[in-house]
């Protein structure tokens, strides 16, 4: 059993002043009360963040997609994604797993303390399968549990290099050829889930062009319905006209049409939408999850979020390419893509709350853990483990806020800096600004991208 002691705690939208939570020795929470002490004494603690939308291995990548050919060829996301192929057939089960490992470290010392890793790299670099089917989800894993991150491995099932397309060489390392063999990823996925006590998993469909549509309805329809489903949607716009050229319809048209969503569906990045989608969605009960600094770097577009809101819709947030890892700069961009096209700058609100940081922070919790297969709503809870993102109060701007001023100064106004540290699954990983494993991480990373020469 040990105390931990907050100055303030946000519990439900509001901040608890003097909180005492007491876990067990597996890092549950016993107790949370008042009181003037603790084993170990903090300032100010929110929920750990959700980090709905991964892939590892991009992490890697961070940084280098940024010089652009002086020819008139245009630099956009199909260019990026040959040099992300390029990456995805040079990594190892081990340099996978020395990235990952940095990379959650680093999710954890902004305050991340859960993530859902949508991983599509499975076989050895020759395309074949690896004996364990799930050995690079394993390495995932691994890396989840050498940083003590919460993870929710989500196996991706890709069959397609587009609509009605062929795969191509470079995505040789992601094909599972029928829902036959993706389930049996899958099951191989659940088995490797059990090597660690904060693992769980999900089923992921790579995208409407990278499965057969058909093939998508039926796994909806007879995989385990107790899972998550993730999936990427209409991110791009050649995505979205290539469909109606297959298909005759959108993407999120096709799917509100032809499979029965409901809360534990989550559409990745669902950026380009007509109303009726986004209206549809929202009435399915489906959640999306924006990675607003990857939409931002890859040249997405900005998801409807005001009018997505207003019909009840909810929403979670995701790291994605990793090009930033800081759930206030997502949130803050969120935020300000709306208001620089709508003109107004009440994103974050609805009829029962006006306090845009409250509003933003429930959403991307509620939401986000239910990407994870958590549809606990209590922010702290009796019987739940302890994960807790904790702020200093030193800094003047914090010190001198009064409660309903304090989460959003922090939302708006802060960084990093002031991240005094993570609590996940009940231990501290990392305090003053530092993982507690950060020198050897960085040096098995370091190791790594050396080894890969791809940021020469």
């Not at 306090?355 to 991307?364: E, G, L, R, V």
Request: aromatic content about 10%.
């Amino acid at each position: 059993m040990k105390t931990f002691h907050f100055k303030k705690l946000f519990q439900n939208g509001e901040w608890l002043h003097n909180q005492q939570v007491t876990v067990d020795t597996e890092g549950k929470i016993e107790s949370i009360l008042t009181a003037e002490y603790g084993d170990e004494m903090f300032d100010l603690a929110v929920p750990g963040f959700q980090n709905a939308h991964s892939h590892a291995f991009q992490y890697a990548m961070a940084g280098l997609a940024e010089l652009h050919s002086t020819a008139s060829t245009p630099d956009d996301f199909w260019s990026w994604r040959e040099a992300m192929y390029s990456l995805a057939l040079r990594i190892s089960p081990d340099h996978l797993e020395s990235i990952a490992t940095m990379l959650y470290a680093e999710m954890l010392r902004h305050g991340y303390t859960h993530v859902a890793e949508f991983h599509y790299v499975h076989h050895q670099k020759n395309g074949k399968p690896f004996e364990n089917l799930s050995e690079m989800g394993e390495r995932l894993i691994a890396a989840a549990k050498r940083s003590g991150i919460g993870i929710t491995l989500v196996p991706i099932f890709y069959q397609k290099g587009g609509f009605g397309k062929d795969p191509v060489d470079g995505q040789k390392r992601f094909i599972s050829s029928s829902a036959e063999h993706y389930h049996q990823l899958l099951d191989a996925s659940a088995k490797s889930c059990k090597l660690f006590q904060h693992a769980n998993y999900g089923i992921g469909i790579h995208s409407m062009r990278g499965v057969e549509p058909t093939v998508i309805a039926d796994v909806s329809e007879t995989f385990d319905q107790n899972l998550p489903f993730h999936i990427h949607i209409s991110e791009q716009l050649k995505e979205v006209t290539d469909s109606i050229d297959y298909l005759g319809c959108r993407p999120v048209e096709w799917m509100l049409d032809q499979v029965k969503m409901t809360d534990r569906f989550h559409l990745v990045h669902a950026t380009h939408l007509v109303e009726g989608e986004v209206k549809g969605i929202a009435n399915s009960g489906a959640n999306v999850v924006l990675c607003p600094t990857t939409e931002g770097n890859l040249g997405d577009g900005i998801f409807p979020l005001r009018s997505f809101q207003e019909l009840g819709g909810k929403w979670s947030i995701g790291t994605d390419s990793h090009v930033s890892l800081n759930p206030l700069e997502e949130l803050r961009l969120l935020d300000y893509g709306q208001r620089l096209t709508s003109h107004k700058r009440n994103t974050y609100y609805d009829n029962t709350e006006g306090n845009s940081a409250h509003y933003a922070f429930k959403q991307q919790l509620l939401a986000g853990r239910k990407a994870m297969n958590n549809f606990v709503s209590d922010y702290f809870k009796v019987g739940q483990y302890l994960d807790a993102c904790v702020y200093s109060s030193e800094h003047p701007l914090i010190a001198s806020s009064a409660d309903q001023n304090l989460l959003n100064t922090i939302l708006y106004s802060t960084d990093s800096k002031l991240n005094q540290a993570t609590i996940s699954k009940g231990k501290v990983v990392v305090k003053d600004g530092c993982h507690l494993d950060e020198t050897a991480i960085s040096s098995d990373f370091l190791n790594t991208l050396n080894d890969l020469k791809n940021r020469l």
